[in-house]
């Protein structure tokens, strides 16, 4: 037989290890500073760049893409190398695949707290930074497929699988939700409008956790718990069912974000049995995990890095347990636009992925540096961190969470919202947010004691240099007699990305295609127009400030939110919505109404609420922006933004781009004159004047004109 | 409420049944995958993590 030497490329490993530390951290880090900045809104020293709308986006971009991201990379390159007994494609694909996603990190680093975003939910990245990441990721596919194609093992591993349909699927999610038209090079417009919007970035949001937080890390736990555990998987049978029926499912799943709103109840229906059937495949891959350490449960009670794995996925469990009743109409209809959806995103990401990361980082710290862990009890100190600060973080946010929804709907014996003023409702979680926080610095004290440990690990040993390994070259795939197709597509690294990838398509097209092509799917109203230039320039200080991650604008069919808010929400009256600001969370109320009724305000009423919306709402927890009272807008992109809108399918009269200002002007100057009645002395050009003007439009669209 | 929200897109539903047989029939392919593969092939592939030389030149942690 004749063997081949070649070496694994560890430092590749080595630098994605750092990553994944380092941006952890900062994650946590990121995350514990919103905590705070919830019961104690002053702690982000009136700072635009520290608001929380525009950390937010950072702290889920971060522990997504970057403490995340940089693991699976970390445990891919690892892994892979060995499983296809073959060094990287490419050492120069790898480092671009390296510093190209850290420059990303930083990209958004700096822009998010900038205020350059898209306000699409984990895509909030602007136009040329999606295309660095398309670029990016395609570098590391093509680095994978030729490692996979050049391989000396004929057959793939399920990790393998995993790993594959993790690039493909990741690469249509990312290309398809961001199709958007620039603007300037910090700003662009969705190409999709309301509803179908809504549609295209929960289809990738959903999926984004699908598959960005799910499958690279079921594969990752295929290779590392049977390594830790020295047993082989459970059962590879089972292994092959949960692969095909979970990325054939889960793709369907994205509509169950959007349940009572107002996108079409076929695409809710939709989503709600499919999420319900994905309890199948996720619990077999649970299961599948666990029974691994059939016969090595004895050593979970000394091994810090097997304990990791348990919580792991024990967490994968139960967040893909509660994923599905969460999909549930009854059961939605409680725990959305609550605290209860965070505590469940903070289950997979604490639990799944911040646990199994924690426990492979601890497994390949000795082998990548040659030597012992430095302290296996300080990562036994680091597991219980972790473990109770996860459980002191999701506890109180459950609790949040049912509370909030329990107060909203309260109604008095004579019909009446109990708690009609919101803030009302906000005033009891404060303690709770206290508690949220508590568990989060012990998160974080974990991560850093992990910091310590592992570069005392580090400096005791060396970086081995990369290993010599000998196998036999992979000699033609040919089927063997009787072989059947699955270890025939097993072994062809193409045909299995081209079949994956129909099996993830399907989901998306079988949505997509009616939703853009029925006309019935969002009806018109006739009442609504267009923006006009000031309302637009607001409604992008809006998007700026990140207004979005805490106030939705969608009125859900419920008693007790059109008594709080009035009318439900339509689907016409978002048709001009590029991109569409539903939200998912209400820290504050929805404002889909806010320029409607009873809801409605004088100008005077939000100029003074943004200075210190304590001054008007005392006990409020919502930030300061003063900025908006100060900075002048110069206007420069009007006329560019109108002549995208036009594009995008706006009913702009062409050449109105020469008349936008003049309009702008003659608006902003009304508001201005608004403000004085009331003792407010300000000019037109000042960015509260637009923001203003974009709130007392929110739900116009319905009244008769 | 809802089908005056979207008249006319009832005839939609044919999806969802649409959508359950297409994942039957990829739930049912991989089943006879599973209960056609071999012992041995399963074997190996179960083991396939454990088996390899990084462990032999790498592997002395400490934990």
């Known amino acids: ?705 | 409420m809802l089908s005056r929200i979207y008249p006319g897109a009832e005839g939609l539903a044919f999806l969802q049944g649409l959508s359950l047989i297409l994942f039957l029939l990829v739930f049912l392919g991989a089943l006879v995958m599973i209960f056609t593969m071999r012992k041995g092939y399963i074997d190996k592939m179960s083991n396939m993590p454990l088996d390899l030389e990084d462990d032999q030149s790498t592997n002395n942690g400490g934990h």
């Not at chain 1, 900025?627 to 009913?651: A, C, F, H, Q």
């Open chain 1, 1 to 705: 037989m004749e063997m081949e030497k070649f070496q694994y490329d560890n430092k590749i490993v080595r630098m994605f290890f750092w990553a994944t530390v380092i941006w952890g951290i900062t994650a946590f880090t990121v995350g514990l500073t919103l905590a705070l900045q919830l019961p104690a809104p002053w702690w982000n020293f009136s700072t635009s760049w520290l608001t929380f709308g525009r950390l937010r986006p950072l702290h889920t971009n971060a522990a997504i893409f970057a403490f995340v991201g940089n693991g699976i990379f970390m445990g891919y390159y690892y892994a892979a190398q060995r499983l296809l007994k073959a060094r990287n494609f490419s050492d120069t694909l790898s480092q671009i695949h390296f510093w190209g996603w850290q420059t990303i990190i930083l990209a958004a680093v700096f822009t998010l707290p900038a205020g350059l975003t898209t306000a699409k939910e984990y895509a909030e990245l602007e136009w040329p930074i999606d295309i660095a990441i398309a670029l990016i990721w395609v570098a590391w596919g093509v680095n994978m497929m030729g490692t996979i194609i050049k391989r000396r093992e004929k057959h793939l591993y399920v990790a393998i699988w995993f790993f594959i349909s993790t690039f493909v699927t990741v690469a249509m999610l990312h290309i398809v939700n961001s199709f958007e038209i620039p603007v300037s090079f910090g700003k662009s417009y969705s190409l999709y409008a309301g509803v179908q919007d809504a549609l295209v970035q929960w289809w990738y949001g959903h999926n984004a956790v699908a598959f960005f937080l799910t499958t690279p890390y079921l594969g990752l736990m295929y290779y590392y718990m049977p390594k830790a555990a020295q047993r082989p998987v459970y059962s590879y049978r089972l292994s092959v069912i949960h692969f095909w029926s979970l990325i054939f499912l889960y793709i369907w799943a994205g509509p169950h974000h959007l349940l009572y709103s107002s996108t079409p109840d076929w695409a809710q229906t939709l989503g709600t049995v499919f999420s319900l059937m994905l309890i199948a495949p996720s619990w077999g891959g649970m299961l599948n995990g666990l029974l691994t350490l059939r016969g090595a449960w004895d050593r979970v009670r000394q091994d810090p890095i097997l304990k990791f794995m348990v919580v792991a996925v024990s967490s994968y469990g139960m967040s893909t347990f509660e994923g599905p009743m969460m999909s549930l109409k009854n059961y939605n209809a409680i725990s959305h636009f609550t605290d209860y959806t965070i505590a469940h995103v903070h289950v997979g990401t604490l639990g799944w992925n911040g646990l199994l990361t924690f426990g492979i980082l601890y497994w390949l710290a000795p082998r990548l540096w040659n030597t012992k862990l430095y302290s296996v009890k300080l990562a036994n100190v680091h597991f219980w961190l972790a473990t109770l600060g996860m459980i002191f973080w999701v506890i109180p946010m459950y609790w949040t969470g049912i509370t909030q929804a329990l107060i909203w709907k309260q109604f008095d014996p004579e019909g009446m919202l109990v708690y009609p003023n919101f803030l009302e409702t906000v005033l009891q979680l404060v303690p709770m947010y206290w508690t949220r926080a508590f568990g989060g610095t012990l998160y974080l004290t974990g991560s850093l004691v992990m910091l310590y440990n592992l570069i005392k690990t580090a400096r005791a040993g060396d970086p081995i240099p990369d290993p010599v390994i000998e196998a036999p070259a992979l000699k033609p795939i040919v089927s063997e007699p009787g072989e059947f197709k699955h270890r025939w597509i097993e072994a062809r690294p193409i045909p299995f990305l081209a079949l994956a990838f129909v099996a993830v398509a399907i989901g998306g097209l079988v949505e997509f295609i009616p939703m853009f092509v029925v006309k019935s799917n969002i009806p018109t109203i006739s009442t609504v127009v267009p923006y006009t230039p000031l309302e637009l320039e607001g409604r992008d200080i809006y998007i700026r400030e990140g207004c979005v991650n805490c106030h939705s604008q969608m009125i859900r069919p419920f008693r007790s939110e059109t008594e709080r808010y009035g009318e439900y929400s339509k689907a016409g009256e978002y048709v001009y919505d590029h991109p569409f600001l539903w939200g998912s969370k209400r820290t504050g109320p929805d404002l889909h109404r806010e320029g409607v009724g009873k809801l409605r305000k004088p100008d005077a009423w939000h100029y003074n609420h943004m200075d210190n919306p304590r001054s008007m709402s005392p006990g409020s927890i919502m930030p300061v922006y003063p900025w908006l009272l100060e900075d002048s807008n110069d206007y420069k992109y009007l006329p560019k933004k109108i002549s995208v809108m036009r594009t995008l399918g706006v009913p702009y009269e062409e050449g109105y781009e020469d008349q936008a200002l003049a309009d702008l002007k003659v608006q902003a100057e009304g508001i201005v004159a608004n403000l004085k009645d009331s003792g407010i002395e300000t000019t037109w050009d000042k960015e509260i004047i637009s923001l203003i003007a974009y709130l007392q439009k929110l739900g116009t669209g319905i009244l008769p004109k």
